[in-house]
């Protein structure tokens, strides 16, 4: 029987490092055992892939508060698309301090980030969250509503109605995009109605706006106490708009709305926050001009690859996102108007 040593080892002196089994911390000398340039790529990927696992370990969400107005922050995500790497925040949440206590405007894109919210804003802020808005029914803007579990949500009807519909769906895919991130997640509804209308709540005058377009219940909320304006994601800034829900008309009148308003400042649902109002002006243009390339690819026959190949307006170039999201928005919109303009001849036949 092979006899185990029941003490350890004593240290090895200085200068003498013993065998090189012996040192398993120390740098492999590659080169003086003649390794090739494949196993020191592998043995790099190796350490970058520790690396990676060490930082998903945490999965912490790097939310630092910006502070925007009196009372008014931004947690802003990235623009980019879902990722194991973002773990989804990629959107903008926001959060009005009042002196009843904290009104949170979305809860992002899982269990994990609402509850990092919470836990920030409360810390941050030393009061309650009181109320919770959701803009709109996708899952980076409402999969955090576990970690409000007590607290009034408030979303449009027609919001809560896709929630409901749709959220099962969008979870799954969420998992598949950012995996463990989303640990736990599942839907929780809202339960409260938002109304359109003004309402003070702990001295900010809060207006509730009812629109679509982006999605069929899209509320945008405008702080009229300080003019900033939270307006989901019918508003994006240098990041392309997406388009699975849309319906660009509506979307553009609801735009028209929006710019009326006599704000200070937006915060769009994804890209940076402006002091003025170009992201709306940026948002039109772009569906503008999506909506007129895919009528006039409908109208000249082109099939969808072909129309996934325009190419992007000089004036887009900064807008990040623009090519791949142009190819949803073509997966998205261009079947109907295909049929459409295939109507015309059918009835001819
Ligand atoms: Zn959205």
Redesign the pocket.
């Known amino acids: 029987m092979r006899k185990i040593p029941l003490t350890p080892r004593p240290p090895l002196p200085q200068g003498e490092r013993g065998s090189k089994k012996d040192n398993l911390l120390a740098p492999l000398p590659l080169r003086e055992r003649g390794w090739g340039e494949g196993y020191k790529q592998a043995l790099l990927a190796l350490l970058l892939l520790i690396h990676g696992a060490a930082i998903a370990d945490t999965f912490g969400y790097p939310l630092e508060p910006q502070q925007i107005a009196p009372d008014t922050y931004v947690l802003e995500g990235k623009t980019e698309d879902f990722s194991r790497k973002n773990g989804g925040y990629i959107v903008n949440t926001g959060y009005i301090i009042t002196a009843d206590g904290v009104v949170v405007i979305d809860s992002g894109p899982s269990k994990r980030f609402g509850e990092q919210q919470r836990t920030l804003i409360e810390k941050a802020t030393g009061k309650p969250v009181i109320r919770l808005y959701l ?2 029914h ?1 899952p ?2 409402f999969l955090g509503n576990q970690a409000y579990g007590e607290i009034p949500r408030y979303a449009l009807p027609a919001s809560k109605q896709a929630m409901q519909l749709e959220g099962e769906a969008f979870t799954a895919n969420m998992y598949r995009m950012t995996g463990d991130w989303m640990r736990g997640t599942s839907i929780t509804l809202p339960d409260k109605e938002a109304k359109a209308g003004t309402e003070t709540v702990g001295g900010h005058q809060l207006e509730t706006i009812a629109l679509s377009g ?2 069929p219940g899209d509320l945008a909320l405008f702080d009229h106490t300080t003019g900033i304006l939270f307006a ?2 019918l508003v994006f800034n240098n990041r392309a708009a ?1 388009t699975p829900h849309a319906n660009i008309a509506a979307w553009l009148t609801a735009l028209e709305k929006l710019q009326s308003l006599p704000l200070k400042m937006i915060v769009p ?1 994804h890209g940076k926050v402006a002091q003025d109002k170009a992201p709306i002006e940026q948002t039109r243009d772009y569906l503008q001009w999506l909506s007129a390339t895919l009528k006039q690819g409908a109208a000249n026959g082109l099939d969808m690859n072909e129309v996934m190949q325009t190419p992007i307006p000089e004036r887009f170039k900064a807008v990040a996102l623009a090519h791949s999201e142009l190819q949803r928005s073509v997966s998205h919109l261009y079947p109907a108007l295909e049929t459409d303009s295939l109507k015309p001849a059918k009835q001819a036949e």
Request: proline letters at 0%.
């Open positions: 803009t709109h996708h980076d803007h982006h999605t989901g994601d997406t649902g």
